[in-house]
């Protein structure tokens, strides 16, 4: 069974007001939506983390989208011609 402990924070009351909006408006505590929301940008550095750790290990490897093809891809997510993921195109000699 997970246990919580109390920890206290301060925050500007603008954003304490907008906490205490959302909560309510969500019927939660205060404290719940405080709790949730720095879980979720603690998943999200963690992964954050992670994933810059797996680029620098596929590019210790030698192995490399190069940004042609990268920014080719992205220029056009949304379109009615969207490209697969790039493949690598970049490999170590």
Request: overall charge negative; charged content about 30%.
């Amino acid at each position: 069974m997970a246990t919580s402990t109390p920890f206290s924070l301060r925050l500007d009351p603008e954003l304490r007001t907008r906490l205490e909006a959302e909560a309510k408006q969500a019927d939660r505590s205060a404290s719940y939506m405080a709790a949730k929301a720095i879980k979720t940008f603690l998943d999200a550095q963690r992964s954050k983390r992670e994933a810059i750790a797996t680029a620098i290990s596929q590019t210790d490897a030698g192995d490399f989208i190069s940004s042609e093809k990268m920014s080719d891809w992205v220029n056009n997510w949304g379109t009615d011609n969207e490209q697969p993921d790039p493949k690598v195109d970049i490999t170590k000699s």
